[in-house]
């Protein structure tokens, strides 16, 4: 039994049932009758995501207690403290690892010469790296901490460092939690950042954010091989990104996500036909 599948076990071990057990009715809900292997067990991806979000808070809490959660917080916390200068801080490997998967950057922890140049840009600058990157997750973890006028104040507070060690934890959870449905990471991700994309620049320049809109829409990745006017005008043309603004449009989004992601994965060939009946049945008009 997987960690995630022990801690629903926990969760709803409070339970009680009469003519069937309902623990076991969650958890074959969710698994696929506890035959889920690694491509994912759960046959329903919106339940996947209802449960999710319902037991997220719990959930955090678990796996900020897993062994291997604790041994990174506890480096980052060690690393910070012992810094006497940003460029030790951000030289530390056990510093970055927590501190850019806590800001949604985890895809990015191999390039620590990228990482350091940015986090020390000078904001004030329009021409600095931090104001020019097309991914503009960095100019965001760039201005909030800014080293380059605040200096270590800028985390070396408990606070600071509790901030980014719930986010980091919050962040392995959602990791974690593909292996319950393949994409229920992104579209937990989705739902929590959706709000901040204003324009469509700010969609495609985030990974997660991009994969979840490319495949709710049924755009091939393959845009990312045209000029960046072909990309916006094939979201553009497919969705109002005002709506990001509406928490109840971003849910069914996440959920036209993950069912498209899941017949896809799945390789019917009526792949498409399913995902339009789903979003129909849930009412998700773009």
């Known amino acids: 039994m ?11 071990s409070g339970i009680t049932g009469t003519a069937s057990d309902p623990t076991s009715s969650i958890l074959n809900a969710i698994y696929g009758g506890g035959t889920a292997s690694g491509t994912g067990g759960t046959t329903d991806p919106v339940l996947a995501l209802k449960v999710a979000q319902a037991t997220e808070t719990q959930q955090v809490k ?26 030790q801080l951000l030289s530390n490997p056990n510093v970055m690892n927590v501190l850019l998967t806590a800001n949604g950057l985890s895809d990015q922890i191999g390039y620590t010469a990228l990482a350091k140049q940015v986090l020390t840009s000078n904001l004030s600058d329009t021409n600095s790296l931090a104001n020019t990157l097309t991914d503009t997750r960095w100019k965001t973890i760039a201005q909030t901490y800014d080293f380059h006028t605040n200096g270590l104040t800028a985390i070396k507070s408990q606070s600071v460092i509790d901030t980014i060690t719930n ?3 919050q962040a392995q959870w959602r990791s974690n939690e593909d292996s319950v449905t393949p994409g229920l990471s992104n579209a937990l991700y989705f739902i929590a950042n959706a709000s901040k994309a204003t324009s469509v620049d700010q969609l495609l320049s985030d990974t997660n954010l991009r994969t979840v809109v490319l495949t709710a829409l049924g755009v ?25 603004q509406d928490p109840a449009f971003v849910q069914q989004f996440a959920q036209r996500y993950l069912i498209a992601n ?4 799945s ?20």
Not at 3 to 11: F, I, M, R, V
Not at 62 to 86: C, D, L, N, R
Not at 262 to 265: A, D, K, P, R, V
Not at 267 to 286: E, F, K, P
């Open 62 to 87: 678990a796996t900020a207690q897993q062994a291997s959660v604790q041994t990174a917080i506890a480096a980052f916390t060690k690393g910070v403290q012992s810094a006497t200068s940003v460029d």
């Open 267 to 286: 390789g019917s060939s009526s792949a498409t036909d399913l995902t339009t009946l789903a979003v129909q049945a849930n009412g998700i008009l773009v």
């Open 2 to 12: 997987s960690d995630s599948q022990s801690y629903l076990l926990t969760l709803y």
């Open 167 to 169: 986010a980091y934890a």
């Open 262 to 265: 899941s017949t896809s994965s």
């Open 220 to 244: 091939p990745a393959q845009i990312a091989y045209q000029d960046l006017g072909a990309q916006e005008q094939a979201i553009t043309s497919r969705m109002d990104i005002s709506k990001l």
